[in-house]
């Protein structure tokens, strides 16, 4: 087909997309630019041309996720508690893991609502809240979403949890036990993160800056099940491309023990990467932070543990 024939196919695939095909892009564009009204257009259009599907669902939390961002907490929880009775609802025919929307609107559900609660002072009932959501999908891809919201608010001060250390790469893990007497960072990262390549250099550099003091990094990350070049990747051939990522992107860091767990990120909640904690010298959690953190930030909270 020459470049005319492809011009016209294209046209040709503009002309018969609906206009309401891509709802989730669609409506994350129109919350970004914060116009509510027209990512709530493109949700009654979907709904009345495809009716509640996940992929609506998904849609339909980011109004939640944008109100809360925005302060507007009874929106927000409105917005979080439909999403949810209309999850629920899709639960009765369907896993809650035959396809990626419906969690992501589930989890989103759960966690707009915890945070609405926490912001308006009702903590107490933000963390029964999302108790109640482990028993209740402990089981399921969103286990970790809730884990984290759950560790955000209890987390801190406590003695952290012993890592699944049996499968590793570099040099093998000590247990935190064995660290105690030592400030520790643990770096959950995974090999597809951006965000996680653009913080080892920060970690690398803060590492040796605070090597006087004791610091030491751990590096958890997991399996995904796949890698870049292979949609389904056997566990054998993942682990060798997680061991390539290592070495091209994290070269000040290929002396931190990295061990290999779902357990891990499942405990920790780190369904967010890079997810950091900062263990103090007695082995409790001093600092949990879910997502990349700029060198001062980071710089500024190791100095708080390694006092």
């Excluded at 893991?97 to 707009?112: C, T």
């Excluded at 920060?202 to 006087?212: N, Q, T």
């Excluded at 061991?243 to 992107?249: C, E, G, L, P, S």
């Excluded at 070269?251 to 061990?259: A, E, H, K, Q």
Aim: hydrophobic fraction near 40%.
């Amino acid at each position: 087909m020459g470049n005319m024939g492809l011009r016209k196919f294209t046209v040709l695939i503009i002309l018969i997309t609906p206009a309401w095909a891509g709802v989730v892009d669609n409506v994350r564009t129109a919350l970004a630019q914060n116009n509510f009204s027209a990512a709530d257009s493109y949700l009654n259009s979907y709904r009345a041309q495809a009716g509640i599907t996940p992929e609506y669902l998904e849609a339909y939390s980011w109004m939640a996720r944008a109100a809360l961002a925005a302060g507007q907490y009874d929106q927000a929880a409105s917005y979080a508690k439909q999403t949810e009775a209309l999850s629920v609802a899709e639960l009765k025919s369907r896993p809650l893991d035959a396809e990626p929307h419906l969690p992501l609107a589930l989890g989103a559900a759960i966690e707009v609502r915890a945070q609405v609660l926490s912001e308006r002072g009702e903590r107490t009932q933000a963390i029964a809240l999302l108790r109640t959501a482990l028993r209740t999908y402990g089981n399921t891809s969103i286990r970790p979403r809730l884990q984290k919201n759950l560790n955000l608010l209890t987390f801190e001060g406590r003695l952290a949890p012993a890592l699944h250390e049996e499968q590793f790469l570099g040099s093998k893990p000590p247990t935190l036990t064995q660290l105690k007497g030592s400030p520790v960072l643990l770096f959950f990262w995974a090999h597809w993160c951006s965000d996680c390549k653009a913080e080892a250099p920060i970690i690398s550099e803060l590492r040796s800056e605070f090597a006087p003091q004791g610091l030491k990094v751990v590096g958890p990350t997991q399996l995904y099940g796949y890698t870049a070049q292979v949609e389904h990747a056997a566990p054998s051939d993942e682990l060798a491309y997680i061991d390539a990522v290592r070495h091209r992107f994290y070269g000040g860091l290929l002396d931190m023990p990295v061990p290999i767990s779902k357990y891990n990120f499942d405990v920790y909640g780190a369904s967010t990467t890079p997810t950091l904690v900062l263990l103090d010298k007695t082995g409790k959690v001093a600092w949990y932070h879910p997502g990349a953190v700029p060198y001062e930030e980071l710089k500024g909270e190791i100095e708080r543990v390694v006092r």
